[in-house]
């Protein structure tokens, strides 16, 4: 109903902004299509499709069946040509206003950092059209827990101090060893003498990591103790030939508000890290 009332809304503004050229023009006159609301989003998983219904509504309803073309914008659609299927021309039954039409994604060269698809009308006398439609494409890659343990690279670091990292499973999260050691025994210049892990949640679905505020470590400078907490977020990636984990964390004194990364060095630490 919603989209309904923005195309009587829009046939109101357009019948104004014509009146004054073409005398005697009745609103109900006016043929008007437009898309749904857009843009919309599709997750593909990897090496599988997935479709997606897409609607179309005109202001004009005809007593018998009509067809409206509509094509790939190929100036606008990141796609490859073999990803997408999509059909040249959409029915509106006789004696209703909506149109339906079917969009399946393939994962042929589909990009990781995603895909654009473009969609809009073609030219025809007489028939006003809405903007494009645009439908953007998400590729998906399962992963399961197991997949993000073992042994991490840095593939590129924030600074130079990133080292690598290891992972295992607890329970339903990952805990991490030798994050952040180069920073604090080499730049920060204190012996670790406790701890050193972190637990990092992770969302399986979402591709979400989180390393919620908590104790990372005890050490000492000039034999006197400082503890030290850790936060930090992220995200995995399972698309490559390699899952990695893509970190933004900081070190904390306990208790402080702001890290030393931020205090001290002017950046939050972390990088890419990929599952060797």
Avoid at 14 to 23: A, D, H, I, M
């Amino acid at each position: 109903m919603k989209t309904i009332k923005y195309l009587i809304i829009f046939t109101l503004s357009l019948f104004v902004l014509n009146s004054c050229e073409e005398e005697g023009v009745a609103t109900s006159d006016i043929d008007y299509v437009a898309f749904e609301t857009n843009p919309l989003k599709l997750v593909v998983n990897r090496n599988e499709s997935n479709n997606i219904d897409v609607s179309l509504y005109t202001t004009k309803i005809q007593g018998s069946e009509r067809t409206i073309n509509i094509y790939v914008d190929l100036d606008q659609t990141t796609l490859d040509a073999a990803a997408y299927s999509i059909p040249s021309t959409v029915t509106i039954p006789a004696n209703t206003n909506v149109g339906t039409f079917n969009i399946s994604i393939s994962d042929i060269n589909l990009n990781e950092a995603g895909e654009k698809l473009v969609v809009n009308f073609e030219m025809e006398e007489g028939l006003y059209t809405s903007d494009i439609f645009s439908l953007d494409i998400a590729l998906y890659c399962p992963v399961s827990l197991s997949d993000l343990a073992g042994s991490f690279s840095v593939t590129s670091g924030s600074t130079s101090l990133e080292n690598d990292i290891t992972t295992v499973v607890d329970g339903e999260n990952l805990k991490i060893s030798d994050m952040g050691t180069t920073i604090m025994t080499g730049w920060w210049g204190e012996e670790i003498t406790d701890g050193g892990t972190c637990i990092m949640n992770v969302d399986i679905i979402t591709g979400e990591l989180t390393i919620p505020r908590q104790y990372f470590m005890t050490t000492l400078y000039d034999g006197a103790p400082s503890t030290y907490e850790i936060q930090g977020v992220g995200s995995w990636n399972n698309c490559g030939s390699s899952p990695t984990l893509d970190i933004t964390y900081d070190i904390y004194y306990t208790g402080d508000a702001t890290g030393i990364g931020n205090d001290y060095a002017g950046v939050l630490w972390g990088g890419v890290f990929t599952k060797d």
